[in-house]
């Protein structure tokens, strides 16, 4: 079992910086890899970005190319979502996962989720 538990959600005006954090515990966090979804208001969660277990191959979803970094310090057992020049439209629940690929996270349901952490940008 892989625990997860994100921080750093909050209040930001459009045009601000957010750095969300997944603490990891449980197995070994560096055999995993990770990703961020989201869920806004009345709509699907979908994929923002994932990062191998290793750090060294990321992907990222078309909203979130140029302006979100993902990275992770498998020291810390922790992952990070950098997120700057955020808009309204990434208003949503953002929500942390991990599974044993990228491919896995991007294609099928990641086996292990966090609780969500709110992301909530005013125009």
């Known amino acids: 079992q892989v625990q997860l538990v994100e921080s750093g959600g909050g209040l930001v005006q459009a045009g601000g910086s957010l750095r969300l954090s997944c603490a990891a515990s449980g197995r070994t966090f560096s055999n995993y890899a990770m990703g961020w979804f989201r869920q806004a208001p009345g709509k699907e969660r979908e994929f923002v970005a994932a990062?191998?277990?290793?750090?060294?191959?990321?992907s990222y979803a078309r909203p979130a190319k140029g302006r979100f970094t993902i990275s992770r310090d498998n020291t810390k057992n922790t992952g990070y979502l950098q997120m700057n020049s955020l808009k309204p439209e990434d208003t949503a629940v953002y929500y942390c996962?991990?599974?044993?690929?990228?491919?896995?996270?991007?294609?099928?349901?990641?086996?292990?989720w966090g609780q969500g952490t709110q992301v909530t940008v005013s125009s």
């Open positions: 996962a991990a599974d044993t690929t990228i491919s896995v996270l991007t294609t099928t349901t990641p086996n292990y």
């Open positions: 990062i191998s277990g290793g750090g060294d191959r990321t």
